[in-house]
């Protein structure tokens, strides 16, 4: 059974930095594809960071470049997603994602990432 668990957030003041953990079982998490991304209130969800098997790591948002950093630990099966310089627009559920061989998508429940006074 394949299962992502996020964890790692928790409330955060501007400027602040938190790194995030998705824990993987129930698949061979070196041979796929991790995506991380976020969820703020009203708005779609929003693909922040791309993790190839290889480790080729790519961060898509435009607006977390420079400031937002993603690796994986194929040894361990978790993505990270290290977040720095968070501002207030960075408040969100963040979720990792995986697609099964049949193009079937995995979900965490995702971590709430508060950035806030």
């Known amino acids: 059974q394949v299962q992502l668990v996020e964890s790692g957030g928790g409330l955060v003041q501007p400027g602040g930095s938190l790194t995030l953990s998705c824990a993987t079982s129930?698949?061979?998490?070196?041979?796929?594809?991790m995506y991380w991304w976020r969820q703020a209130p009203g708005q779609e969800r929003e693909l922040i960071a791309t993790?190839?098997?290889?480790?080729?790591?790519?961060i898509d948002a435009d607006s977390v470049k420079g400031r937002f950093s993603t690796s994986r630990d194929n040894a361990k099966n978790i993505a990270y997603l290290q977040m720095s310089r968070l501002k207030s627009e960075d408040t969100a559920m963040y979720y990792c994602?995986?697609?099964?061989?049949?193009?079937?998508?995995?979900w965490g429940k995702g971590t709430l990432v508060n950035v806030s006074t």
């Open positions: 993790l190839s098997p290889t480790g080729g790591n790519t």
């Open positions: 129930g698949f061979n998490f070196m041979d796929y594809v």
């Open positions: 994602n995986t697609v099964g061989r049949l193009g079937a998508p995995y």
